[in-house]
């Protein structure tokens, strides 16, 4: 199975800054990886698809980048509805589909 | 407008059954594969099943093989996860969600397996 590892698990940030996150695959999956955002109470919403494009509606300060193993997840001006987990998710090699563990975003 | 609706959780005692289901609206569902994710409590994401657009393949996670069941009506444009043998350790909030890329998730309906 591939396993995904993101990192950090949690990182507190304030409004304006640039947030940077990462997902590691243990073997190569191309570019087929997912970004999610959950909020607190809410089921996952996809912002990121094929690891570098953006879903209808996402704002662009949402940003995914990488292929192979190495992949992140970069939000350029963090702003205050941002707060939540994010997961990556390889559809690559299945099954299974697999998710990271997830890295939570706080606002300090 | 591209929904999703599950239904059908509750509480159950263990080694009970329980039938989920999964409304799709706003989008051709007999042409898309479709997932059943779970997420226990306080704890991140564990993809379970899968099952093709045609339901010619099905897949299923080593945790729920033998006791699980996917399966959809695409004249009802509906999917289905039939759950046997629960244990406590499928308590959790069960979601579907659209497409081999995962693109869109229901709202999710909550199980909970407790004597």
């Known amino acids: 199975n591939t396993v995904m590892t993101q990192s950090p698990t949690s990182m507190f940030t304030s409004v304006g800054d640039r947030v940077t996150m990462s997902c590691k695959a243990s073997?190569?999956?191309?570019?087929?990886v997912g970004w999610y955002q959950q909020k607190t109470g809410q089921s996952p919403k996809r912002l990121i698809y094929?690891?570098?494009n953006r879903d209808t509606g996402v704002p662009d300060r949402f940003t995914g980048s990488g292929s192979g193993t190495d992949f992140t997840l970069t939000i350029s001006n963090m702003q205050a509805e941002d707060p939540a987990i994010y997961y990556c998710?390889?559809?690559?090699?299945?099954?299974?589909?697999?998710f990271g563990g997830g890295t939570k975003l706080e606002l300090k | 407008e591209v929904q999703l609706v599950e239904s059908g959780g509750g509480l159950v005692k263990p080694g009970s059954s329980l039938k989920l289901s999964c409304v799709a609206s706003?989008?051709?569902?007999?042409?898309?594969?479709m997932h059943w994710i779970r997420q226990a409590p306080k704890k991140g994401l564990e993809w379970i099943a899968l099952?093709?657009?045609?339901?010619?393949?099905?897949y299923y996670a080593d945790s729920v093989k033998g006791r699980f069941t996917i399966s959809r009506d695409n004249s009802k444009n509906t999917l289905y996860l039939e759950m046997n043998s629960l244990r406590s350790e499928d308590t959790a909030m069960y979601y579907c969600?659209?497409?081999?890329?995962?693109?869109?998730w229901g709202q999710g309906t909550l199980v909970t397996v407790s004597s």
């Open positions: 099952i093709y657009y045609d339901s010619s393949n099905k």
């Open positions: 969600a659209k497409a081999t890329t995962v693109a869109l």
């Open positions: 094929w690891a570098s």
């Open positions: 998710l390889q559809h690559n090699s299945y099954p299974p589909w697999t």
């Open positions: 073997q190569n999956v191309g570019i087929n």
């Open positions: 706003g989008f051709t569902f007999s042409s898309y594969g």
